[in-house]
């Protein structure tokens, strides 16, 4: 057995010191900058984009009713900016669905490969990943566009007999953001399938256990955490998306995104209520965090 | 036969796996071909050119996309230093000490940056900035991306300093070594690969940001994909093709980089 040390460390006494910068700067420029948004989406807003210091409701009352154009109609619920967070929910959920599809076979078959092997493929996936996700999304808008290659190409052999009309779409928007997050989904089921210890399956497959079930009763149920950890990474990005709705979706394919981002672009914003909408998106985020620690705390457990 | 039957090879996987990088490279490498296109349209291949390569560097939006990629390098290179360093500080906190209460929260902080939405960030640093009347341009963006830059810079660095084994420094301290000694003659040459790592991962980042930039750069101060995103509003034209594509290079030359250093590494481990 390995005896124990209780000894100090080299660094201990300094631990304080080397800590510091990171609090310091994540502190005061992201955890105040969150805090001082969440009091801003209680105060008035000015009318050319500012913020007067009077506590008011305002932003999250405009968020769910609407009461007219002097605020004095009996409040009517809005359905506007409810349907604009269902609808990135609804296509956030979607391209995490297309990206699960694609990115589990793809994970399985890459973790299954020689070990030599394995890297160069992750490194295939990843690279993209890295590559400016707006120059991803400009180069994705060029693909699909009307006069496009995929339009000219299937126009050209008779296959269609005028372009799809991807462009300004939902379809385009899921696209766009299955696209983006793609590698994202990859990579966590990777590495808790090669972390999956193959005999198991071979125990199967000495009972007569055919491929399908092996890999649905005996793989599968060890890879959840990378699927979950997968489907995480790839849906909390969709939900606050603003390149790809803004670039593929047009006016009518409104994400969360492109809303806060108008609140604060010229004199038509309103402060208070892009603060509001970044809070909600926020706590929504939050929550899908929580249901997913919650879940790999379960799956420790047994 | 357990091997006809293996579940490690499942039919239709090997396709999916080819369809997946065809998914991620095609529109890329699209691009990459129509920047070299001689046409005026962007739809029709007029043959081999470099006029749009030429226009990026000479024509009349040069000296915009000129100033443009100074701030986005300069902003990078910077921001990559002082995350990477804070990262490299924070991370010897955490790992190279014995454990400590607080242990997992810190490291909650430091990946804090990737948990909350860029759009968030976004939002929340231009009313920070506002509240305390600091204007908006150079200096803002770079203090911006110093904090998104600190998990990228931490995560390869984090990694390789749990590989460092601590028998090492307690050997060191067994011979009398001070702090100083373990630090510049065990802990440094150790970690080089991960730092480096960790700047090109910090520094990639950066250069790639555009939505906390959109918000926090003020009027006049653009950085490459402000001043992408600028143009393409007036449509794709070929020479942002051609920007695009230098764009693309450099990330993927980095990640390379980056890529073999951990190779390496992973090599010299098992030697």
């Known amino acids: ?302 | 036969m357990q091997v006809a039957s293996s579940v490690r090879s499942i039919p239709g996987f090997s396709l999916l796996a080819i369809l997946c990088l065809v998914i991620l490279y095609a529109p890329l490498l699209v691009v990459m071909v129509y920047s070299f296109n001689d046409s005026l349209s962007i739809t029709i291949w007029g043959g081999f050119s470099l006029r749009w390569y030429e226009q990026i560097f000479f024509g009349l939006e040069a000296e915009k996309f000129q100033k443009a990629a100074w701030n986005s390098i300069t902003i990078a290179f910077m921001a990559a230093v002082v995350a990477t360093t804070i990262a490299f500080s924070a991370a010897i906190g955490v790992v190279r000490t014995s454990p400590f209460k607080g242990k997992n929260l810190n490291i909650s902080l430091l990946s804090l940056p990737i948990m909350v939405p860029e759009i968030v960030t976004a939002v929340a640093t231009l009313i920070f900035f506002s509240m305390i009347s600091f204007k908006l341009g150079y200096t803002s963006i770079l203090v911006a991306h110093i904090v998104f830059c600190i998990p990228f810079a931490y995560l390869p660095i984090s990694a390789r300093m749990q590989s460092i084994e601590k028998v090492y420094e307690e050997a060191a301290m067994d011979l009398y070594a001070n702090r100083k000694q373990i630090f510049r003659s065990i802990l440094l040459p150790l970690m080089i690969p991960g730092i480096i790592s960790g700047f090109l991962l910090a520094f990639i980042i950066s250069l790639d940001d555009f939505i906390i930039t959109s918000f926090v750069k003020g009027a006049g101060v653009e950085t490459l994909p402000t001043a992408i995103f600028g143009s393409i509003k007036q449509g794709i034209k070929p020479d942002i093709m051609a920007l695009s594509t230098l764009l693309l290079l450099v990330s993927t030359i980095l990640v390379t980089i980056s890529y073999f250093l951990s190779r390496a590494d992973l090599k010299n481990k098992l030697n």
């Open chain 1, 1 to 302: 057995m390995e005896p124990v040390y209780h000894q100090k460390r080299a660094f201990d006494p300094l631990r304080t010191w080397l800590l510091l910068p990171s609090w310091v700067v994540i502190g005061v420029f992201l955890l105040i900058p969150v805090g001082l948004m969440l009091l801003i989406s209680f105060m008035t807003k000015e009318f050319r984009g500012g913020v007067i210091w009077e506590l008011s409701l305002a932003a999250y009352d405009q968020f769910l009713f609407d009461r007219g154009l002097f605020g004095d109609d009996p409040p009517t619920i809005q359905w506007t900016y409810i349907v604009i967070f269902l609808r990135s929910i609804v296509q956030a959920t979607i391209a995490t669905i297309f990206c699960l599809i694609i990115g589990f076979p793809t994970a399985y078959f890459i973790a299954t490969r020689d070990p030599k092997n394995r890297t160069f493929w992750i490194f295939l996936v990843t690279v993209p990943y890295w590559v400016n996700l707006l120059i991803r999304t400009v180069s994705l808008k060029f693909l699909i566009r009307d006069n496009g290659p995929i339009n000219e190409f299937l126009l050209s052999f008779g296959l269609l007999s005028e372009p799809l009309g991807l462009i300004n779409t939902n379809i385009a928007v899921q696209l766009g953001l299955f696209y983006s997050y793609l590698p994202f989904m990859v990579l966590p089921i990777y590495a808790s399938v090669e972390r999956f210890n193959f005999t198991y399956s071979e125990a199967a497959a000495d009972l007569y256990a055919d491929k399908w079930s092996t890999l649905r009763r005996i793989v599968f149920p060890n890879v959840v955490p990378g699927i979950a950890a997968g489907c995480i990474l790839v849906f909390i990005p969709s939900l606050g998306a603003f390149i790809a709705p803004d670039l593929l979706g047009g006016a009518k394919n409104f994400m969360i995104g492109s809303l806060i981002e108008e609140q604060f672009k010229g004199n038509a914003g309103n402060w208070p209520f892009g603060a509001a909408a970044s809070m909600i998106l926020l706590t929504m985020v939050l929550i899908a965090l929580l249901l997913y620690t919650r879940q790999q705390a379960k799956g420790e457990v047994r």
